[in-house]
């Protein structure tokens, strides 16, 4: 096999040996390098110092480099450095509370469990079910927070994120607590914040708002969250910023949304979790999980869905979140103590019922040719209205941009609205398509008049409507120079297709408005009042006789309430 050979590199077999710190291993023949490696090695042994047999002795006694430790002593040493300085519970843990507040040993274990993972990972999920105080054990962490670091409290400040909706009930809790370095703003006035570097600690409620890194709201999170602080720590580098993102729903949607939630606060290619390079980790899920869009077979998508999601819930989710549930409250003895000192009982919570409503003789086939027009076959609905841009000819045309993905996407979201509001209630829907029809008829008084107003942002039909042409003329000139939406167009400008689809069109909304018109029944609402009566209070469910009504139009809701 010749002189010899020289083997050379450190396999290391972990993760970070595999990622970030991989070497090759090598064989070397040549002389030159046998000849140097051989000296290099005889030099060093030369240099070694004999170990006694007493030594190996002491260290297998005075370390844990030893075989006599038992399972259990094993198992318990997992827990302890899985779960650190967390797995002390200690009830002073959280301090004094204001007037009106409990010790509750399951906040205590949140707040503890949170500033552990806020430290290690600079961010963490507060994910726990509504009603278990997640806004109590936020502001817990962040008075923590600032009475264990090296920031004067009075400099260093606290960003708090919220939708407007929450305001008052954050300053209250906050107030209560003592926490007075902090700033309030909602969720879309972030590009108001100036000097980002003073706020060492930022606290997102409902952060699954912000999970599309192409929402213009996620870019100035993004950048708020990244900025360094004006703190520097003790090695001269400046602190990076905490994080606490509140949702209820961290394993939201799909993995790209969990990603951008996770990179507001962990290093996309050096994180602090079991996989360092999280885009990689993210990247394969993301493109495995749009392969599935294109699958037909339902089974295999569950099947192959499930396995995706599991993998970043063990992975990333997991280490990162701070989660209890109702159910774990009323497993776990110390936290059902708590339930009953403060005489909490949870709700049972049935699955949804659904109620079905008939349709007589007459709306039957009503409701069944109204679908047909609005979504399908020859005589159809083809929402012309909605995609004058995208009809107009080239040298108009050119001043929007994206014009026929525009106007195609306003189409698809009128139609989606007629479909949905045939559902949510009669009288809703015959508004709507009254609406719909009057604006397409607008439209067509226009082409007669010889004179298009193309104003997006102008109420153009209600002055079309009132016959004040002349007063929307004026208006449109003066309002021209400031709006670059603005256009006046004559017929010529459109393509011709343009007009015969906008008389298609108000032939089935015109058919459709006189036949609804003629609709006097509601059976879904006789049906709902019918349930109100009977069934919706019955005190062995409904124990404090409130109910809710939720629905997608204000219509419907001013409809049911008169």
């Not at 198992?75 to 409990?102: A, H, M, Q, R």
């Not at 790209?256 to 990247?283: C, H």
């Not at 005589?379 to 209205?385: F, P, S």
Request: a negative charge; charged letters at 30%; glycine letters at 4%.
């Amino acid at each position: 096999h010749g002189y010899g050979s020289v083997i050379t590199g450190s396999s290391n077999l972990t993760v970070p040996g595999l990622q970030r710190n991989f070497e090759f291993n090598v064989e070397l023949r040549d002389n030159s390098d046998i000849e140097f490696a051989t000296e290099t090695f005889d030099s060093l042994w030369g240099e070694a110092i004999d170990i006694e047999i007493e030594d190996v002795v002491k260290v297998k006694k005075e370390t844990f480099l030893n075989d006599t430790f038992t399972p259990y002593e094993v198992y318990l040493k997992f827990l302890l450095e899985f779960f650190g300085t967390s797995i002390d519970f200690n009830p002073n843990s959280v301090g004094d509370l204001p007037k009106g507040f409990k010790k509750l040993s399951y906040q205590v274990d949140a707040v503890n469990d949170g500033f552990l993972k806020l430290n290690k990972h600079g961010g963490f999920f507060l994910a726990d079910v509504v009603g278990l105080g997640k806004t109590v054990v936020a502001a817990l962490i962040a008075k923590r927070f600032f009475y264990t670091n090296d920031f004067p409290s009075h400099i260093s400040k606290t960003l708090i994120i919220i939708p407007p909706v929450l305001k008052a009930n954050w300053e209250d809790t906050l107030n209560k607590f003592k926490l007075d370095n902090y700033h309030i703003i909602s969720n879309g006035s972030l590009h108001k914040v100036r000097n980002p570097e003073q706020y060492d600690l930022i606290i997102v409620d409902e952060a699954h708002k912000f999970r599309s890194d192409s929402a213009e709201m996620y870019n100035q999170l993004q950048k708020l969250c990244k900025t360094e602080t004006q703190h520097r720590l003790a090695d001269g580098s400046l602190a990076d910023k905490k994080i606490i993102l509140i949702s209820a729903t961290p394993l939201n949607n799909r993995p790209e949304d969990i990603a951008n939630l996770v990179y507001l606060f962990q290093d996309s290619k050096s994180s602090t979790l079991g996989v360092i390079n999280l885009q990689r980790f993210f990247r394969t899920h993301i493109d495995s999980f749009n392969k599935l869009k294109k699958v037909t077979d339902s089974s295999r998508v569950n099947r192959e869905v499930k396995i995706i999601y599991e993998d970043i819930r063990k992975t990333v989710i997991e280490p990162l979140t701070v989660r209890r549930t109702r159910t774990d409250l009323e497993e776990n003895e110390a936290y059902k103590k708590d339930l009953f000192s403060q005489d909490i009982k949870f709700p049972k919570v049935g699955v949804p019922e659904k109620i079905f409503y008939e349709l007589d003789e007459v709306l039957d086939p009503l409701y069944d040719k109204t679908l047909a027009y609005l979504t399908r076959g020859d005589k159809r609905l083809n929402y012309y209205r909605y995609m004058a841009i995208k009809y107009l000819i080239p040298e108009k045309k050119k001043k929007y941009a994206k014009a026929d993905l525009i106007s195609t996407q306003l189409a698809k979201i009128m139609k989606t609205m007629l479909v949905k509001r045939i559902d949510s209630s009669f009288h809703a829907f015959t508004m709507s398509l009254e609406r719909y029809a009057k604006a397409n008829s607008n439209m067509l008084k226009m082409f007669d008049k010889g004179i298009i107003f193309i104003a997006p942002n102008l109420k153009v039909n209600e002055y079309i409507e009132n016959g004040k042409e002349e007063e929307l003329m004026e208006l449109v000139l003066q309002e021209m120079e400031n709006d670059p939406t603005i256009e006046i167009c004559a017929p010529s400008d459109f393509e011709p297709q343009f007009l015969s689809g906008l008389e298609h069109d108000q032939e089935i909304l015109d058919e459709l408005v006189k036949e609804w018109k003629n609709v006097n029944e509601d059976p879904k609402l006789k049906l709902f009042i019918v349930y109100l009566k009977t069934k919706l209070f019955d005190t062995s469910k409904n124990l404090e006789g409130k109910l809710v009504v939720f629905s997608e139009s204000k219509e419907t809701t001013a409809y049911l309430e008169k």
